[in-house]
């Protein structure tokens, strides 16, 4: 697979990524031999490029997919905490979790609009610092959010954006409420025109658009500004289609199966305490009229954040 550049880093990239959390503990929970088996399938077929996060719990899967593995490799991480110190040890942990000496991409995970990127400047300087120090080659953020990917273009110190967009909307944030594929994209246009490199997350919605599979991928790979979308694969198959279709020998028949994953919560020990909902970072969870937590499954992205917070283990994907 080809590689292209990212913005203005001197990282090269493969047009397609490894979005690892959906063979770790949040979704499928593969056991780390098994999900690692994944990702090196991935890694010999030549997709190199691969995005992980403290919060996904992922990092012994690369370590063991690493294993042996000659060629180099471009990892992505990122941390969700506002604090210096709380960056400084997350970055640590990267490096020694993974045994590499630099991370390629470390950046603030899901930065929200609002007051989040100025609080957040703690865990931004030690990112700064981090980089001058020569622990991690580029800084920047992912985020669900136009307002904060418009507001990247201006940043100076940002080298990567990593934002959510596909051909539905699904999950794009603008302000308190909804956002467009087209506010999204012109946002990401500008941010790469400022020579940041862009890479995209979601673009099947979260499992939500896999039924479409073609038009979900040609919509981000066409897009102006974008030099590589993550996908979070599961199952040796599945690589050997994204490929075939990069290259445009994919089967005219093919018909992906489609996930039927979902969000479940258990209404009988759930507590209605709320915290699910203050986690969810596209509104999709909100307290029925029984005072229970409920799932809107139109807008779920079956991406897991929501379980890990739930303090009697109430929330299941299956
Ligand atoms: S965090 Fe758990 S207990 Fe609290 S509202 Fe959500 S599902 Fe219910
Ligand atoms: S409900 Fe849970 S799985 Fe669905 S989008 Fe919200 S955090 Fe993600």
């Given at each position: 697979?080809?590689?292209?550049?990212?913005?203005?880093?001197?990282?090269?990239?493969?047009?397609?990524?490894?979005?690892?959390?959906?063979?770790?503990?949040?979704?499928?929970?593969?056991?780390?031999?098994?999900?690692?088996?994944?990702?090196?399938?991935?890694?010999?077929?030549?997709?190199?490029?691969?995005?992980?996060?403290?919060?996904?719990?992922?990092?012994?899967?690369?370590?063991?997919?690493?294993?042996?593995?000659?060629?180099?490799?471009v990892?992505?991480?990122?941390?969700?905490?506002?604090?210096?110190?709380?960056?400084?040890?997350?970055?640590?942990?990267?490096?020694?979790?993974?045994?590499?000496d630099?991370?390629?991409?470390f950046?603030?995970?899901?930065?929200?609009?609002?007051?989040?990127?100025?609080?957040?400047?703690g865990?931004?300087?030690?990112?700064?610092?981090?980089?001058?120090?020569?622990?991690?080659?580029?800084?920047?953020?992912?985020?669900?959010?136009?307002?904060?990917?418009?507001?990247?273009?201006?940043?100076?110190?940002?080298?990567?954006?990593?934002?959510?967009?596909?051909?539905?909307?699904?999950?794009?944030?603008?302000?308190?409420?909804?956002?467009?594929?087209?506010?999204?994209?012109?946002?990401?246009r500008?941010?790469?025109?400022?020579?940041?490199?862009?890479?995209?997350?979601?673009?099947?919605?979260?499992?939500?658009l896999?039924?479409?599979?073609?038009?979900?991928?040609?919509?981000?790979?066409?897009?102006?500004g974008?030099?590589?979308?993550?996908?979070?694969?599961?199952?040796?198959?599945?690589?050997?289609?994204?490929?075939?279709?990069?290259?445009?020998?994919?089967?005219?028949?093919?018909?992906?199966?489609?996930?039927?994953?979902?969000?479940?919560?258990?209404?009988?020990?759930?507590?209605?305490?709320?915290?699910?909902?203050?986690?969810?970072?596209?509104?999709?969870?909100?307290?029925?009229?029984?005072?229970?937590?409920?799932?809107?499954?139109?807008?779920?992205?079956?991406?897991?954040?929501?379980?890990?917070?739930?303090?009697?283990?109430?929330?299941?994907?299956?």
């Amino acid at each position: 697979m080809k590689h292209v550049k990212l913005g203005k880093s001197d990282i090269y990239v493969t047009p397609i990524g490894f979005g690892v959390l959906t063979i770790g503990p949040w979704q499928m929970n593969l056991p780390v031999s098994e999900g690692a088996a994944v990702l090196r399938y991935a890694l010999d077929s030549g997709i190199d490029f691969i995005d992980t996060a403290q919060y996904y719990q992922t990092y012994p899967y690369i370590k063991e997919a690493l294993k042996g593995f000659k060629n180099d490799v471009v990892i992505a991480s990122k941390c969700l905490d506002p604090s210096y110190e709380e960056m400084k040890t997350a970055v640590e942990e990267a490096r020694r979790e993974m045994d590499r000496d630099v991370i390629n991409i470390f950046m603030m995970h899901e930065v929200r609009a609002g007051s989040d990127w100025n609080d957040r400047q703690g865990a931004w300087e030690y990112l700064m610092e981090a980089k001058a120090k020569g622990y991690v080659k580029a800084i920047g953020i992912s985020t669900h959010h136009v307002d904060v990917a418009e507001r990247a273009a201006s940043i100076e110190a940002i080298d990567v954006l990593f934002p959510l967009i596909n051909f539905r909307s699904m999950g794009i944030r603008h302000g308190d409420g909804p956002g467009t594929k087209e506010d999204m994209a012109a946002a990401i246009r500008r941010a790469s025109e400022a020579g940041k490199g862009v890479f995209a997350m979601k673009v099947f919605g979260g499992g939500n658009l896999t039924g479409h599979y073609r038009e979900a991928i040609t919509y981000v790979r066409d897009l102006p500004g974008i030099s590589s979308m993550m996908i979070g694969f599961g199952y040796h198959y599945e690589i050997d289609r994204i490929l075939e279709m990069m290259s445009g020998t994919l089967s005219p028949d093919y018909i992906p199966e489609t996930s039927h994953k979902k969000i479940r919560i258990d209404q009988g020990d759930c507590l209605g305490c709320g915290i699910c909902v203050k986690r969810c970072p596209n509104n999709a969870i909100f307290i029925n009229i029984n005072g229970k937590a409920e799932v809107d499954h139109e807008i779920c992205l079956t991406c897991g954040y929501c379980a890990p917070k739930c303090p009697v283990l109430a929330i299941i994907m299956f």
